[in-house]
């Protein structure tokens, strides 16, 4: 039972008892050695916060705006591949409940459900999505025009994975969505009969942004070879002039950790950026996402808005990142965790929980109004100085 579930820590367990190790190792890895991904969890905690105390602490609010959008906190889900493998029909649900909720949803290339399928879950409300850019240009035209067609009210292009970083455990796991029938992978699936039964009941088990809309993907054999060969490893900043013309909208720059990557951003003229380390799921001995945030903030932080991700799994953290700058940052695992642990409900509570520790945690800063929450709410504000530039 999801409800009972106090912390993103408790769901992570229910999903690990609900999920397929694939799928559920899937979602808690890092490459090579995980190092960036662990320090992108532990470094929130040598962030300190001023406890103020005997302020008014009534009549809150996390409302916000991301990109000139309204959010009720300034929180989004983040873009994660394959989360239609976590829970049945995955990204329509979490759709659902972001939109419920007033925050946006990103919705991934690589995602199980396709983007035609999240717009008539929520009933043609707007979304965001995220671009892979692949080879095969006619194909990448081909999503720009379908999620505008879908009423997307931003681009998420990611800049960080023209390469693929490696993560042991997907290899030894055997991952594939669906899964290939072998002794290692019926070893994984007959201990999880509920999840296997839950995914009798939806038509969506393989890439469907993919899949009859690539040129040659028509099935599931020609589609992993499709995906090995079609991350563009030529992409550079000039690229992304075409895309932003195709596109017409606001557009968010994702995976940049550098303030000198910041400055270029900004004058490729991007409407904000996602500092980003792929949730330690690229390059192993990069430094935590909280780290490399205040310097990109001081570089480029009058120019476009500066978001981030990576390790938030309390809404202490989330508040850490707007403290030093962010003006919004996104989960990726929470969301998972709670999809894995109990679909709808279960995404419903693990943004509940960070909103819940978002707000008290606010509160006991002293402060209000989350747009008011600044460097003045941090003990030491210059804690990760030695990373500027
Ligand atoms: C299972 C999984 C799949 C992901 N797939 C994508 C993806 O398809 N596109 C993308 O831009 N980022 C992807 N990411 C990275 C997330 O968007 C985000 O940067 C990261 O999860 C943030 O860290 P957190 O999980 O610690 O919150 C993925 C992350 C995870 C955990």
């Known amino acids: 039972m999801t409800t009972n579930a106090l912390t993103i820590a408790d769901l992570k367990e229910q999903a690990r008892r609900r999920v397929p190790r694939m799928f559920f190792d899937y979602a808690d890895s890092g490459s090579w050695t995980e190092g960036t991904y662990r320090s992108n969890e532990s470094d929130y905690a040598k962030v300190l916060f001023r406890q103020r105390v005997a302020v008014d602490m009534t009549d809150r609010s996390l409302k916000s705006a991301m990109i000139g959008q309204d959010v009720s906190m300034p929180l989004a889900i983040a873009p994660t591949g394959l989360s239609g493998m976590q829970h049945p029909d995955g990204e329509m649900l979490g759709a659902q409940v972001a939109t419920e909720m007033g925050i946006p949803f990103t919705l991934s290339t690589m995602s199980i459900c396709s983007i035609e399928d999240v717009s008539e879950a929520i009933g043609g409300k707007p979304f965001w999505f995220q671009l892979y850019v692949m080879r095969d240009k ?40 669906p899964p290939k029938f072998n002794l290692n992978s019926m070893l994984q699936l007959v201990t999880r009969p509920r999840w296997c039964f ?11 942004n993919i899949v009859g809309h690539a040129k040659s993907v028509t099935d599931l054999s020609s589609l992993s070879a499709w995906t090995a060969e ?53 390059l192993d001995g990069a430094p935590s996402s909280i780290s490399a945030l205040p310097a990109i903030v001081d570089a480029v932080g009058d120019r476009m808005e500066v978001h981030m991700d990576g390790g938030i799994r309390s809404g202490q953290d989330a508040l850490r990142a707007l403290a030093f700058g962010a003006k919004g940052v996104y989960v990726g695992r929470p969301w998972l965790y709670g999809l894995g642990a109990g679909g709808k ?31 003045h709410n941090l003990l030491d504000p210059d804690i990760f100085q030695s990373r500027r530039a």
């Open 138 to 177: 006619d194909f990448v035209a081909n999503l720009i025009d379908r999620a505008k067609a879908a009423n997307c009210s931003a681009l998420v292009i990611t800049l960080d994975l023209q390469i693929l970083g490696q993560r042991h455990k997907d290899l030894r796991n055997g991952l594939s969505a």
């Open 198 to 208: 839950s995914m009798l009941g939806t038509k969506r088990r393989t890439f469907r």
């Open 230 to 282: 079609q991350f563009d490893p030529h992409l550079d900043w000039k690229d992304l002039e075409w895309i932003k013309e195709r596109w017409g909208g606001k557009v968010i720059l994702k995976g940049i950790m550098d303030p000198e990557d910041a400055r270029l951003a900004a004058d490729a003229g991007a409407d904000a950026i996602i500092v980003s380390n792929h949730g330690g799921r690229q």
């Open 345 to 375: 409900p279960g995404v419903k509570r693990a943004l509940e929980i960070i909103r819940t520790e978002l707000d008290t945690t606010m509160a006991l800063c002293g402060e209000r109004d989350v747009r008011n929450v600044g460097r």
